[in-house]
T-cell receptor, first 117, second 113 residues
């Protein structure tokens, strides 16, 4: 069975602070895919990034960066110089891309990020 | 390119009624997945359709069903509504290969009274 744990239920920061959202996953599959999504108050889940299990390169995109470590089964997400518009619920998700996981993302419980001005 | 469209955005139904939700995927996407989101259970997978065939199903009772049409549009139906079915129902479309990202609609907020 697959499992995603986001231990931080809520995080509150002041604008311009850096913030890291933690994600730990469990899977028996050797090939799997990890994702981060953002859910603003409008409700839509917005895709942020996909990482393949065989690609441990970290990635930076503007103020966002992701640290994938297979050794600790973690896929953490950092926002640098946070802004009020970053306030949202962030979800980490996992799939093994086939078989019993067709179309199925296993989500963590989400982290509510609030950025205060 | 138009995104994923879900209709209606909001619904209020009475216990015992049935409801049908609609999802139009991104053009060219053949996979549509449905999720239920509640404060207590989080995001839970309902089922996935690809080229009109259900390929995967989550752990929900038979009251929850779906279908997909030849144009990839999908509907989900909930019969004999219960109060606990109140939730945000999200639809996601993708190319159908698990390694590709899924794009979500804004959801349908269902309230059962």
């Amino acid at each position: 069975a697959q499992k995603v744990t986001q231990a931080q239920t809520e995080i509150s920061v002041v604008e311009k602070e850096d913030v890291t959202l933690d994600c730990v996953y469990e899977t028996r599959d050797t090939t799997y895919y990890l994702f981060w999504y953002k859910q603003p108050p409008s409700g839509e889940l917005v895709f942020l990034i996909r990482r393949n299990s065989f690609d441990e390169q970290n990635e930076i995109s503007g103020r966002y960066s992701w640290n994938f470590q297979k050794s600790t089964s973690s896929f953490n997400f950092t926002i640098t110089a946070s802004q009020v518009v970053d306030s949202a619920v962030y979800f980490c998700a996992l799939t093994n891309a086939g078989g019993t996981s067709y179309g199925k993302l296993t989500f963590g419980q989400g982290t509510i990020l609030t950025v205060h001005p | 390119k138009a995104g994923v469209t879900q209709t209606p955005r909001y619904l209020i139904k009475t216990r015992g009624q049935q409801v049908t939700l609609s999802c139009s995927p991104i053009s060219g996407h053949r996979s549509v997945s449905w999720y239920q989101q509640t404060p207590g259970q989080g995001l839970q997978f309902l089922f996935e359709y690809f080229s009109e065939t259900q390929r995967n199903k989550g752990n929900f009772p038979g009251r929850f069903s779906g279908r997909q049409f030849s144009n990839s549009r999908s509907e989900m139906n909930v019969s004999t509504l219960e109060l606990g079915d109140s939730a945000l129902y999200l639809c996601a479309s993708s190319l159908g290969q698990g390694r590709t990202e899924a794009f979500f609609g804004q959801g349908t907020r269902l309230t059962v009274v």
